[in-house]
Structure formats: structure tokens, C-alpha cells
């Protein structure tokens, strides 16, 4: 079937602009993760939805990222007056439910923040 | 916090090798312990797992064994190909919290 999908794949966009970034997860899985990849390090969470609820968003770097899952299924990570420090690749995964431990990843968006 | 640290790479090793990638961990209680593997042009996969103390994951060949008192997750494989040269993470997840907590990545490079 198919797996986690996300787009676009590549984002660049200026400094101080905003971006979404959107997550399509496999059908049926009911836990969804966003993590932030940097150049030479693993993935960073940032937040875990759980149906619509986000069950967990303690990675969020601050306020000026959030991320929503209206109907449990697809989520769009929004990131407000984007700063270069952004820049990174922006990873979703799905789970079938919180307690499964499988996490199924998608290719990922590369933001540039120029 | 929970912590993941892998022995630095890149790493580079002729084909039929033994490979060893270290991966020790800080957690409180007892983690789920996790190595994906991403190829190249490829998203992260997950290759093995392992959900309590003294058991052994393993996956085309790779094997890795949870230790307790060493507080490590060692990734083995007794003959390396070509075709296994990428990028592998050690990762922790405590049971039911979601999120897991990733090591930096070591880089495997398989020369024939």
C-alpha cells in the first residue's frame, strides 16, 4: 500500500515569510510524529499527534511553529516569519496507534531558508 | 533527558567485513530500543528492534542485543555487502509516549 507522503519536497522561501509543510500518513494509522532533521544529525522531535489531539509537542522549538491534524489524518506543520535557522528536513512519520512501535517514515521536505 | 550516543563515522569496510556499530544510551525506566537505516535517495526505515533487556533484534542479517548493565544497543553484522552502504540511527522510545529520541547517524561506506 501506500506509505507516508509529504509535501512539497523541496521548500525554499525567504527569511520572514511563512511555510506549511504537509504530511499525509498511511490509512488507518492513528499516531502521527514531525521531526526536524540539521545537516550530519538525527532526527529531532517535535510533536506527536494521536487522532486530532497532539498528544505531545514539547520538541516545538517555540511559538513560532504549530503544527494541526483536523480530522486525524493529514497534518500541516506551519512555520510563521521563518528564520535561516530553520533550514532543515522536515521528517513525518505514522504509527498504526500509540502503541505500536513501528514508525513509518516519509522522504521528508527540505526547507531552505534563504 | 534521554540521550543517544553512536560511535562517530563515517565508517568504511571492504566487502564480506565484520561490521560493529556502538550505540549506547541515557534513559530513565526500561526504553524500547530501535536502529533504522536510511539508503541513499531513500527515508529512514526501521531495520531491527528490541523491547526489553537481553533481547535480540535482528534483519537481513544485522543483529543487535539490548543490554541492561552496559546500557548499549550494539548494531553487528558478520558480513557486510556493497549494497548495506548508508546511513544507520540508533534510537530510543519509551513505551506508549510516541516519540522517539535518535542518535547522529553513523555512515557506512561497503567498497568491493
Known amino acids: 500500500g501506500a506509505g507516508v507522503s509529504q509535501s512539497p519536497s523541496n521548500k525554499v522561501t525567504e527569511k520572514g515569510k511563512d511555510v506549511e509543510l504537509r504530511c499525509d500518513p498511511i490509512s488507518g494509522h492513528t499516531a502521527l510524529y514531525w521531526y526536524r532533521q540539521s545537516l550530519g544529525q538525527g532526527p529531532e522531535f517535535l510533536i506527536y499527534?494521536?487522532?486530532?489531539?497532539?498528544?505531545?509537542d514539547s520538541g516545538l522549538p517555540n511559538d513560532r511553529f504549530f503544527a494541526v491534524r483536523p480530522e486525524g489524518s493529514v497534518s500541516t506543520l506551519k512555520i510563521q516569519r521563518t528564520e535561516r535557522g530553520d533550514s532543515a528536513v522536515y521528517l513525518c512519520?505514522?504509527?498504526?496507534?500509540?502503541?505500536?512501535?513501528?514508525?513509518?517514515f516519509g522522504p521528508g521536505t527540505r526547507l531552505t531558508v534563504t | 533527558g534521554d540521550s543517544v550516543t553512536q560511535m562517530e563515522g563515517p565508517v568504511t569496510l571492504s566487502e564480506e567485513a565484520f561490521l560493529t556499530i556502538n550505540c549506547t544510551y541515557t534513559a530513565t525506566g526500561y526504553p524500547s530500543l530501535f536502529w533504522y537505516v536510511q539508503y541513499p535517495g531513500e527515508g529512514l526505515q526501521l531495520l531491527l528492534k528490541a523491547t526489553k533487556a537481553d533481547d535480540k533484534g535482528s534483519n537481513k542479517g544485522f543483529e543487535a542485543t539490548y543490554r541492561k548493565e552496559t546500557t548499549s544497543f550494539h548494531l553487528e553484522k558478520g558480513s557486510v555487502q556493497v549494497s548495506d552502504s548508508a546511513v544507520y540511527f540508533c534510537?530510543?522510545?519509551?513505551?506508549?509516549?510516541?516519540?522517539?529520541?535518535f542518535g547522529d547517524g553513523t555512515t557506512l561506506t561497503v567498497k568491493p
Open positions: 534510537a530510543l522510545s519509551h513505551t506508549n509516549a510516541g516519540k522517539s529520541t
Open positions: 499527534f494521536q487522532g486530532t489531539g497532539a498528544a505531545d
Open positions: 512519520a505514522s504509527s498504526q496507534d500509540r502503541s505500536s512501535y513501528e514508525q513509518y
